[in-house]
């Protein structure tokens, strides 16, 4: 099982890359659970035709008991299982604590034995790297995690922080950082800045996302342009990332 946690600023989108990489590794026939770990709830909407799913935070507010799997689960494009953590009502709580709560639901209801997936991706908002939103990294859920960022000043400054709260981690036997997923904004200098950040840290880019029309007009048809557009060049580049990451994981 392949489980990589994706992590990146708030807007930077790490959940269009997370739910097109999911979509490249379903058309390449892996049984793919998609996770969102942030409290707007807002992975999965493109592989789900635009619509939201009941997340876990809002289910345990409004019932006594625990969900089932089925209560909480949507089946997504070409199969695609999604989650969303979801989080605390708006002013109350603390959102992390809301996803350490959805984890333990999800061992309780042994959502990998059950469904015995081949990729498990984990969409991480990395604004703030506390307890609840570092638990893929420290808690042996991920295995790997890949970094979203432009050349953007905030977005690298995120990057920044995610990639120390892995550091913290790296003589425990937590996941490794597996390399940078550059989203280009075609900002000034832009690749010279992101490289230059990844060299520094010694990570690899491993995906190079240009700037494409094509995700806006397909996310308002709910879809990622993995599924509306096959013959797009962002399509390639997904799959040829899903191909990438799994050939290293043998």
């Not at 992975?43 to 009941?54: D, N, P, R, V």
């Not at 604590?97 to 309780?108: Q, Y």
């Not at 240009?210 to 990622?224: F, H, L, M, P, W």
Request: with cysteine; glycine share 10%.
């Amino acid at each position: 099982m392949l489980k990589i946690a994706i992590y990146g600023k708030g807007g930077i989108g790490k959940s269009t890359m997370t739910s097109h990489l999911a979509a490249a590794f379903s058309r390449q026939g892996k049984k793919v659970i998609q996770i969102g770990c942030d409290p707007k709830a807002d992975s999965t909407f493109s592989l789900l035709g635009g619509k939201a799913i009941t997340p876990v935070m809002d289910y345990l507010r409004a019932h006594d008991e625990d969900p089932t799997l089925e209560d909480i689960m949507e089946i997504g494009y070409n199969g695609i299982r999604c989650l969303e953590t979801g989080g605390p009502t708006p002013g109350l709580g603390c959102a992390g604590r809301g996803i350490m709560a959805t984890f333990a639901l999800l061992e309780d209801l042994e959502l990998f034995e059950r469904e015995q997936p081949d990729v498990v991706l984990f969409d991480v908002l990395g604004d703030v790297v506390c307890g609840g939103f570092a638990a893929p990294i420290r808690e042996g859920y991920a295995d790997e995690i890949l970094i979203v960022t432009s050349g953007e000043k905030m977005a690298l400054y995120a990057a920044n922080n995610i990639w120390k709260a892995v550091e913290n981690f790296k003589n425990r036997s937590y996941a490794t950082v597996r390399g940078i997923l550059f989203n280009r904004r075609n900002i000034p200098n832009e690749e010279e800045k992101v490289r230059a950040f990844a060299k520094e840290r010694g990570l690899p880019i491993v995906a190079d996302i240009g700037r494409s029309d094509a995700i806006n007009v397909c996310e308002e048809q709910g879809k990622t342009v993995v599924e509306a557009m096959p013959e797009d060049p962002l399509t390639k580049t997904f799959c040829d990332l899903a191909d990438t990451l799994w050939e290293d994981n043998r």
